[in-house]
Nanobody
């Protein structure tokens, strides 16, 4: 059984930083791409970042480019999202997910490409 558990969310002031973690179990972690999505109240879940199975390729949404960085540690079965220069509009519940699709990661921006999801962690950025 695949399980994804996010942690690291919280309340931070604008301009601050947070690092989210997603610990995975139940699957050969390094065979799957991993993505981060977020969902603000009343809005659809949106793509944030994705990393390839090897960790050698990453792709981030334009809205967070230059501020957020995705990385993974296959030995620890964990993927990270380093978030710097946070803005109030970054406030959302952040979810990690795994994708079994063997495609270039720039295609992995749709929730339909992912099969397992974590429960989410709340990030709140105050102005």
């Amino acid at each position: 059984q695949v399980q994804l558990v996010e942690s690291g969310g919280g309340l931070v002031q604008a301009g601050g930083s947070l690092r989210l973690s997603c610990a995975a179990s139940g699957r050969t972690f390094n065979n799957y791409a991993m993505g981060w999505f977020r969902q603000a109240p009343g809005k659809e879940r949106e793509f944030v970042a994705v990393i390839s199975w090897s960790g050698g390729s990453t792709y981030v949404a334009n809205s967070v480019k230059g501020r957020f960085t995705i990385s993974k540690d296959n030995a620890r079965n964990t993927v990270y999202l380093q978030m710097n220069s946070l803005k109030p509009e970054d406030t959302a519940v952040y979810y990690c997910a795994t994708s079994p699709r063997k495609v270039t990661i720039v295609v992995l921006t749709s929730t339909a490409m992912y099969d397992y999801w974590g429960q989410g962690t709340q990030v709140t950025v105050s102005s």
